[in-house]
C-alpha cells in the first residue's frame, strides 16, 4: 500500500522558523514499525510553512496514497481539518488515519462523518497502525484493533478497548526509518538536527500534562545497544544535533548515566545533544550527573522549573519534581542548585515556566520573569493552556476561568485563561514584553557556536523576536502595547498555514 504521513505545520512561536525546525519522531517510527512492503512518505509540514496546499498537492499527485495519516496536537486540530478537506477533494478513496496526543485524548472531536476521518489511532502507534494496515489490505475487520477507533458502513464511530503501553525492553519496535522523510531543512541554529528517545512514560501528575491522560503513569525504556544504533542512525541521515525526546530520561539517573558513559564509549560525542530534565534529578545529583553530561555532548537542557512560587507549584502539582533533597530529608526548592551545576559544565539552561496561574497577579509574575532573567539562558515561558482530560482543565472550568475556545490558540503563549486578579490579555502581555528582551541576551551565545548561520539569519531571527515593533518603537513614539497589539494581529495571520488552492475550494 502507499501511505503518506503528514505532521502539522502548526509551530510554537517560542523561536524563529528559520531557527528551529524538528522533524516528528512518531511518523518514521511508524514507518519503520509497519511491514516492508508498503510504501511509506514522512512529510513535516513544519518545512513547508508558506506553501502547505501546494507540497500536499504534489505529494499526494506523487504518490498516490491508499492512507494518509496526520499527526496532530490540539492547537494544530483547525489546520489538520483543513488538510483532510483538501485530501478529500484531491485523492476521495485515501483512507484518512489521525493519531497524536489530540485524536487520542478527544476521539469524538474526530468523528463528525462531515469531517471524513475513517480511524483515529489512539495512545502509542506503531503496533496499532500496523495491524490497521494488515487488516485494510486483507480484507479483515477492525474490531479487534486495540487502540482503534473506526467508523463503520452506516458512518457510525466505535472505540475498540485500549492497547497497552509497549514494553519497550522487549525489542519488539525496530529504528524510525529516516529514509522515509521526502521533505528536507531540519535545523537547531543552522546544524542539522533529528531527534531520539531512550524511554517513554512518566510517574508523577503534573496537572497541566497530557502524558498521564495519553499512556497512564509508567516509564519504559529502551535498552542501550537500540538507542546507541538509534544514535548512529540519525548521524548517517547528517544529523549534527540530536533532540532526546524523552517524556522524563531523569526519572531513572542511574540510568541516564549510564546512557551518557555509553555515548563516550561508543564516539558518539561529538553531536550536540538537547534533553528535557527534572530539576530535582539534577539538582540532587548533578555533582557526578552534570559532567558525564556534558563529556557526552550535552549542550541545551530543558529544566521543568514551572514556577518558582510554591502556591502556583501546588497548582501545578509540580512541586515534588522541584523539591531538592539532603540525606533523605527535603531542603528546599531545587532550581537554583539545578542550574549552578549545569553551568558550572557548560551547558545551557532552556527554563520552562508557566506564569498566568489561578491566583496569579502582576507580582508573582513578575517574579517568574525576574527569576527567569537572572538565572535561564533561554526562556520557555508559557500559559496555562485548558488540552483535553488533563486534571488542570477540569479545574479551570470548573473556576470558570477559561476565556477563550479558539483551539488554534492553544498553543501555550497565547493566554487562553485569566487568572483571579488578570485578565488573559494582560498575562500574556506581561510574558511577551519581557521575554523578547531574554530571547535577545542568547544571541551572543548562539553566534559563537554557529557564526555563518547567525550571521546569515540573525536580522530574520531577531525581526521574528521583536515582530510588530515599527520604527516608531525604536524612537519611542509607540509604546510596549502598540507592538502587542501589532504582534497578536501578526500571530493571528501567522496561523493560516493553508493557501486554498482551487481544486480543494471545491
Same mark, same amino acid.
Given at each position: ?6 505532521? %502539522? ?25 509497519? &511491514? ?36 496532530? %496536537? ?16 484531491? *485523492? ?8 497524536? @496526543? ?11 462523518? #462531515? ?101 497512564? *503513569?509508567?516509564?519504559? $525504556? ?6 546507541? &544504533?538509534?544514535? *548512529? ?15 522524563? +530520561? ?22 550536540? /545533544? ?18 558525564? %553530561? ?53 551547558? /545551557? ?25 537572572? @538565572?535561564?539562558?533561554?526562556? @520557555? ?10 486534571? %488542570? ?12 475556545? *479558539? ?17 488573559? #490579555? ?35 531571527? +531577531? ?5 510588530? $515593533? ?16 501589532? @504582534? ?10 493553508? #493557501? ?7
Amino acid at each position: 500500500m502507499n501511505v503518506l504521513l503528514l505532521s %502539522m505545520p502548526d509551530s510554537f512561536e517560542h523561536m524563529a522558523p528559520v531557527a528551529i525546525r524538528m522533524p516528528n519522531g512518531a511518523l518514521t517510527s511508524l514507518a519503520g514499525n509497519v &511491514d516492508p512492503h508498503h510504501r511509506v512518505a514522512v512529510a513535516d509540514l513544519v518545512l513547508v510553512q508558506g506553501r502547505v496546499a501546494a507540497t500536499v498537492e504534489r505529494l499526494v499527485q506523487e504518490r498516490e496514497p491508499d492512507v494518509v495519516g496526520l499527526s496532530v %496536537m490540539t492547537f494544530q486540530r483547525r489546520t489538520a481539518f483543513r488538510l483532510i478537506g483538501l485530501v478529500r477533494a484531491l *485523492r476521495p478513496a485515501a483512507r484518512i488515519v489521525v493519531g497524536g @496526543y489530540d485524536p487520542s485524548l478527544a476521539p469524538d472531536a474526530w468523528a463528525s462523518p #462531515e469531517l471524513g476521518v475513517d480511524f483515529v489511532v489512539r495512545g502509542e502507534g506503531e503496533t496499532t497502525f500496523r495491524d490497521l494496515l494488515r487488516a485494510l489490505e486483507s480484507g479483515d475487520g477492525h474490531a479487534r484493533i486495540c487502540g482503534l477507533s473506526w467508523r463503520d458502513a452506516e458512518g457510525r464511530f466505535h472505540h475498540n478497548p485500549d492497547r497497552a503501553v509497549q514494553r519497550l525492553a522487549d525489542g519488539s519496535l525496530r529504528l524510525p526509518r529516516r529514509d522515509a522523510r521526502v521533505l528536507g531543512g531540519y535545523t537547531l541554529l543552522g546544524r542539522s538536527v533529528d531527534v531520539i528517545e531512550t524511554s517513554r512514560g512518566c510517574t508523577f501528575d503534573c496537572s497541566f500534562c497530557s502524558i498521564i491522560e495519553m499512556r497512564g *503513569r509508567n516509564f519504559h $525504556a529502551y535498552d542501550f545497544a537500540r538507542v546507541l &544504533d538509534d544514535i *548512529r542512525d540519525a548521524r548517517a541521515h547528517g544529523a549534527q544535533c540530536l533532540f532526546i525526546v524523552d517524556d522524563n +530520561v531523569t526519572l531513572d539517573v542511574k540510568r541516564f548515566e549510564a546512557l551518557c558513559a555509553a555515548i563516550v564509549e561508543a564516539g558518539l560525542n561529538r553531536i550536540d /545533544y538537547v534533553v528535557q530534565a527534572m530539576t530535582s534529578a539534577i539538582a540532587d545529583h548533578g555533582e557526578t550527573l552534570a559532567p558525564r %553530561m556534558r563529556e557526552a555532548g550535552f549542550r541545551y537542557v530543558f529544566l521543568g522549573i514551572e514556577n518558582v512560587l510554591d502556591e502556583d507549584l501546588g497548582f501545578l502539582k509540580a512541586a515534588a519534581k522541584n523539591i531538592r533533597h539532603e540525606g533523605g530529608r527535603r531542603v528546599g526548592n531545587a532550581t537554583t542548585a539545578a542550574i549552578d551545576h549545569l553551568h558550572r559544565h557548560g551547558m /545551557y539552561v532552556v527554563g520552562g515556566l508557566i506564569v498566568g496561574n489561578p491566583s496569579d497577579t502582576p507580582e508573582s509574575i513578575e517574579a517568574n520573569l525576574r527569576f527567569a532573567r537572572r @538565572y535561564v539562558d533561554w526562556p @520557555y515561558i508559557q500559559h496555562p493552556t485548558p488540552y483535553p482530560r488533563t486534571p %488542570m482543565t477540569k479545574d479551570l472550568d470548573a473556576r470558570g476561568l477559561i476565556t477563550n475556545d *479558539r483551539l488554534e490558540e492553544y498553543d501555550g503563549t497565547t493566554a487562553v485563561v485569566k487568572s483571579e486578579h488578570l485578565g488573559a #490579555e494582560e498575562i500574556e502581555f506581561l510574558r511577551w514584553k519581557a521575554e523578547r528582551w531574554m530571547k535577545l541576551r542568547h544571541f551572543p551565545v548562539a553566534l559563537r557556536h554557529s557564526p555563518g548561520f547567525c550571521l546569515r539569519h540573525g536580522p530574520a531571527m +531577531v525581526a521574528h523576536t521583536f515582530r510588530g $515593533a515599527s520604527w516608531k518603537y525604536w524612537v519611542g513614539m509607540e509604546s510596549d502595547r502598540d507592538v502587542f497589539r501589532r @504582534y497578536r494581529q501578526i500571530r493571528k495571520a501567522e496561523r493560516e498555514y493553508l #493557501e486554498t488552492p482551487a481544486r480543494s475550494a471545491r
